[in-house]
T-cell receptor, first 113, second 113 residues
Framework: AQSVTQLDSQVPVFEEAPVELRCNYS??????LFWYVQYPNQGLQLLLK??????LVKGINGFEAEFNKSQTSFHLRKPSVHISDTAEYFC???????????FGTGTRLQVFP | DAMVIQNPRYQVTQFGKPVTLSCSQT?????MYWYQQKSSQAPKLLFH???????NEADTPDNFQSRRPNTSFCFLDIRSPGLGDAAMYLC????????????FGPGTRLTVL
C-alpha cells in the first residue's frame, strides 16, 4: 500500500520569498507523483506531475518539484511567491496498477505582503 | 475546452431530504470518481466507476449512492442527508493513458439545514 506524508500543515511566507513544501511517500512499487493546488471553494488543479524520466519537473505558475527516489521525497518549490499563491497544496501518489490517488493531508501556504 | 462540469456549484438541502449532485465530462475518460472533502482536509474517495464497473470504498456509508448512465455523466445521490454530510463534493475523471492523473471539477458545496 502507498502513503503520503505532508509534514507541514501550514507554511507562512512573505511575498517574493522562496518556499518549499515537503512531501514524502511510501510505496513498495514504482510511483507516479502529483502536486495539486486548491483555491477556496474550487476544485483541485494539477500543478505538476512526475511519471518517469527527468527527476526535476516544472509545472505551472513557476512551481517545480524534484523526485528523489532514495529519500522517497517529492518536494515542491518556488523561488519567489506571490500573494496569489495563497492556497492549499496537496501531494498525491498513484501506481501503474491502480486507478486511485492517495493524497497527503495538505499544506496551507499563506503568503503575506 | 475539454473539462469536468459539476452542477450545481452550491446546493442547500434539508436534513433527511434526498439530494442529487451531477457531474459531466467532455474528456471522454473511462474512469469517474466522487470525493467528499470537509474543511481543511484532503479529499476522501467515496467510489469510482471504471467504465460501467462500480467500485465502492469500504467505509463509504450506504446513504451515498451513485449512477453512471453513460460515459459522460455521473450522479451522486445522498438518500437521507445528515448534518455531517455537509461538505464539498468533488467529481474527477481519468483515463489509463494519463498515468494516474485525475482531472477535477469545480465541486459542489452542500449545506444541510
Amino acid at each position: 500500500a502507498q502513503s503520503v506524508t505532508q509534514l507541514d500543515s501550514q507554511v507562512p511566507v512573505f511575498e517574493e520569498a522562496p518556499v518549499e513544501l515537503r512531501c514524502n511517500y511510501s510505496s513498495s512499487v514504482s510511483v507516479y507523483l502529483f502536486w495539486y493546488v486548491q483555491y477556496p471553494n474550487q476544485g483541485l488543479q494539477l500543478l505538476l506531475k512526475y511519471l518517469s524520466g527527468s527527476t526535476l519537473v516544472k509545472g505551472i505558475n513557476g512551481f517545480e518539484a524534484e523526485f528523489n527516489k532514495s529519500q522517497t521525497s517529492f518536494h515542491l518549490r518556488k523561488p519567489s511567491v506571490h500573494i496569489s499563491d495563497t492556497a492549499e497544496y496537496f501531494c498525491a501518489v498513484s501506481t501503474y496498477n491502480t486507478d486511485k490517488l492517495i493524497f497527503g493531508t495538505g499544506t496551507r501556504l499563506q503568503v503575506f505582503p | 475546452d475539454a473539462m469536468v462540469i459539476q452542477n450545481p456549484r452550491y446546493q442547500v438541502t434539508q436534513f433527511g431530504k434526498p439530494v442529487t449532485l451531477s457531474c459531466s465530462q467532455t474528456l471522454n475518460h473511462n474512469v469517474m470518481y466522487w470525493y467528499q472533502q470537509k474543511s481543511s482536509q484532503a479529499p476522501k474517495l467515496l467510489f469510482h466507476y471504471y467504465d460501467k464497473d462500480f467500485n465502492n470504498e469500504a467505509d463509504t456509508p450506504d446513504n451515498f449512492q451513485s449512477r453512471r448512465p453513460n460515459t459522460s455523466f455521473c450522479f451522486l445521490d445522498i438518500r437521507s442527508p445528515g448534518l455531517g454530510d455537509a461538505a464539498m463534493y468533488l467529481c474527477a475523471t481519468s483515463s489509463a493513458a494519463q498515468g494516474g492523473e485525475q482531472f477535477f471539477g469545480p465541486g459542489t458545496r452542500l449545506t444541510v439545514l
